[in-house]
C-alpha cells in the first residue's frame, strides 16, 4: 500500500521484492508511471496495491527489461480516449491460449458479491435492440442460438489487479450489429444489464472479430455468476467493458458512458 513520507512531503509506493527486474528501478517506474496518469485512474490506482505488477496489468506490458519499461510508460501516457481510439487496430487479435491454460475455478467479480447476482429467467428474458438500427425487433434466448458461433480462449485482465484465461462461445458482436442494421458509422454501442450495471463501447471495438455475445461459458451454459443468460466478451479491453446479464444494446453518437466509467475509470481502456 502506499504510505505518506513526511520527510520528502510525498506519497511512496512499497514494491513487492520478488519484481526486481534488471536494468530498471521498479519504485521509480511505478512512479514515472503515476505521475503521468489521468487524475481518477491515479487515485483508484494509489487506493489498489499500487504495485508494479498491478501497474502491468493495468497496461497489459509485461515489463522485462529497461525498453518494456519505456513501452509501459508510453502507454500509461495514452491514457487519454481519443489518443486511444486512434491507436486502437481494429484487425489485431488479443492473444489467444491453449485449453490447458484456463484458470478453473474462473474468478468472480461484481460491484456486489457472487450470492446477490441476479437470477434469471432463460424463458422469460428479452434483449432489447434500441438506438441506430433500422430493426429494432427484441430478441430471445432461442433467436440468439440460432445465430452461428464462435469459441475463444483469452485473458480478462481486471483493473483491480487480476487476470484469468476463460473459454468463451457465442455469436460475434460484429455479426448481430451488422444483422439489426445498426449505423456502422455511428461513435458507441451501449449495453444495459439486468443489475443495473452499464458500459459502452467504441463502434470500431464493438466491430472486433473477437468481440462476442457470450451464451456459452468454459462449454456448458453461461453460470448465473458469470452472466447469464447473455454477457458480452470483449478480449480487447479491460474486465469492467465486459457487461454481464446484458439486456439492452443500443447504438448513439451520444457518449453513454458506464457504471465504472461514471466513477472515474478510463473510458477506452483498451489492452
Ligand atoms: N452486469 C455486470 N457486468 C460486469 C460487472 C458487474 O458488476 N455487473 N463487473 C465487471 C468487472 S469489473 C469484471 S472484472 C468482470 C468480472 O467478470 P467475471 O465475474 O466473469 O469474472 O465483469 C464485468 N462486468
Ligand atoms: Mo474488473
Known sequence: ??????????????????????????????????????????????????????????????????QSAEALLRRISRFNDEVQALLFNPRKLAPTYDASRITRPFPFNAFYGPEDAPRI?????????????????????????????????????????????????????????????????????????????????????????QTQMTLLFDGGTLPRQYGYPMKVRVPTKLGFKNPKHVSEIFVTNDYPGGFWENQGYNWFSGL
Open 121 to 209: 429467467s432463460g424463458e422469460r428474458w428479452k434483449l432489447y435492440v434500441d438506438g441506430l438500427v433500422t430493426d429494432k425487433s427484441t430478441w430471445d434466448l432461442p433467436r440468439l442460438h440460432r445465430l452461428p458461433k464462435q469459441t475463444q480462449i483469452t485473458k480478462h485482465i481486471c483493473i483491480e489487479g487480476w487476470s484469468a484465461i476463460g473459454q468463451w462461445t457465442g455469436p460475434s458482436l460484429g455479426d448481430f450489429l451488422r444483422r439489426v442494421g445498426a449505423d456502422l458509422s455511428a461513435k458507441y454501442v451501449g449495453f444495459l444489464c439486468d443489475d443495473r450495471y452499464s458500459t459502452s463501447l467504441d463502434m470500431a471495438t464493438a466491430l472486433h472479430p
Open 1 to 66: 500500500m502506499p504510505y505518506y513520507d513526511p520527510t520528502e512531503r510525498r506519497y511512496r509506493l512499497n514494491l513487492p521484492r520478488h519484481l526486481s527486474i534488471p536494468g530498471v528501478d521498479s519504485e521509480l517506474l511505478v512512479r514515472d508511471a503515476v505521475q503521468r496518469m489521468p487524475e481518477l485512474t491515479r487515485r483508484r490506482f494509489l487506493r489498489g496495491t499500487g504495485s508494479l505488477g498491478a501497474l502491468m496489468l493495468l497496461t497489459g506490458c509485461d515489463v522485462v527489461d529497461g
